[in-house]
């Protein structure tokens, strides 16, 4: 049984720094972008980042680039995203994904076509 456990969130204040981490079991990350959506109140899901399995390249939403860094440790099995300079509107359940999906797709509004989903961990960015 695949699983995606996300850890990490909670409340910062505004410029703090949050490490998520997504732990996977049931496979090996081979051949599969990884990474992280959010979803604020309200809104829609949106892709934050992604990283490939295959050769390590990153990407990111432009409202996060130079703010965040995702990285993978493949001997843990686990993603993880530092987040710093966070501000109020980076408040939102993030949620770690896997699946094909092209990097392209993962910033585009839409259903993301994922096959694993984790259940979610909340980041509050709150003064």
């Known amino acids: 049984q695949v699983q995606l456990v996300e850890s990490g969130g909670g409340l910062v204040q505004p410029g703090g720094s949050l490490r998520l981490s997504c732990e996977v079991s049931?496979?090996?990350?081979?051949?599969?972008?990884i990474g992280w959506f959010r979803q604020a109140p309200g809104k829609e899901r949106e892709g934050v980042s992604c990283i490939s399995s295959g050769d390590g390249s990153t990407y990111y939403a432009d409202s996060v680039k130079g703010r965040f860094t995702i990285s993978r440790d493949s001997a843990k099995n686990t993603v993880y995203l530092q987040m710093n300079f966070l501000k109020p509107e980076d408040t939102a359940v993030y949620y770690c994904?896997?699946?094909?999906?092209?990097?392209?797709?993962?910033?585009?509004?839409?259903?993301?076509?994922?096959?694993?989903w984790g259940k979610g961990t909340l980041v509050t960015v709150s003064s």
């Open positions: 994904a896997l699946g094909d999906l092209k990097p392209v797709g993962w910033f585009l509004p839409g259903d993301y076509d994922m096959d694993y």
């Open positions: 049931g496979l090996t990350l081979d051949y599969y972008y």
